[in-house]
């Protein structure tokens, strides 16, 4: 069985180092290269494996690759470069989304973790005007944020993502909501959430976390009336896309300083340079780094390799997407 690789070139031996390419080339007989373009290239390929990078697949290339059977994706989300022709043809599609969710999970945590503290405000006030005064010798404000213990949390999206950060949650004494509209309130409270509309959640939380899916229906869900919903000095955290949330509303809510934001994503992305977003105090702006970067990658390529494993074999893929998954997933 032939495969090939189409993903971005830098990537590629940090997902697949030497001993995963040749775990690799003991199931199916792959080249050493990264393909730049798919036209024309696809003729004996029955297992293709993406990544980051790879160009779109569309009917054009469907055309030129008669043996294709899978495509294995090395990534998180296959909107992006896969058409609805791939599952009309009935090739079969995985992806390392599970894999690529911990990172995004961990990354979530640490940040309601420093958020909760007020450590970018913190951080602002130090660099802006020197170290702020406190009740305590040494340590500013405190009591101003107690930390994440006793916090109400709102999760926007029980997704991949969203589960892994409410399970995280769970090691901390926190009141955790949830907003999906998949969801139940039985399976809320299986996941140890309460199941709340979206006003709801943004009048109670503290804490405000988004890992729900760009879709027509979530286009800036946190408008500009949800995010005046939220608390004094509540924190908004996003690892989702960037269009879920009004960007200009919180831009005015944050430079205010009502309002707090961690931001791994935006829109536009990235922000011009020079935006008031960048030097409002209590926000952070990080370059969409918290998916799988450096050692992580290799788990991307683990799971890949599983896959094609699973394939050959026929057995259950974990990470399949069907075509019906297209109207829910990020």
Known sequence: MRAAFAMRGALFGEIFPDDLRVRLAELVDVPGTVLSGLRGTLGDVEVLITGWGCPRVDAAVLDGAPRLRAIVHAAGSVKGHLTPEVFERGIVVSSAADANAAPVADYTMSMLVLAAKSVPRRIHAYATG??????????????????????????????????LVIERLTSYRVTP??????????????L??????????CRRANLVTIHAPALPETYQILDKRRLGL??????????????????????RECASGRLNAILDVTDPEPLPAGHPLLAAPGVWVTPHISGAR??????????????????????????QVRSADLLRIA
Do not use: K
């Not at 939220?230 to 831009?251: C, K, M, Q, S, Y």
């Open 230 to 251: 939220l608390p004094d000095g509540a924190t908004l955290i996003n690892t989702a896309r960037g269009t879920l949330v009004d960007t200009d509303a919180l831009t």
């Open 192 to 201: 140890g959430c309460e199941l709340v509309e979206l006003d709801n959640l």
């Open 177 to 190: 909501l949830l907003t999906d509209p998949h969801v139940n309130a039985h399976q809320a409270r299986e």
């Open 294 to 319: 450096g050692r992580e990658l290799r788990a991307l390529g683990e799971y890949a390799v599983g896959e094609i494993e699973r394939f050959i074999t026929g057995q259950p893929l974990r990470g």
């Open 130 to 163: 020197g170290w702020p005064a406190g009740p305590y010798p040494g340590v500013p404000n405190a009591g101003e944020a107690a930390g994440l213990g006793g916090a109400t949390v709102g999760v926007i999206g029980a997704s991949r993502i969203g589960r």
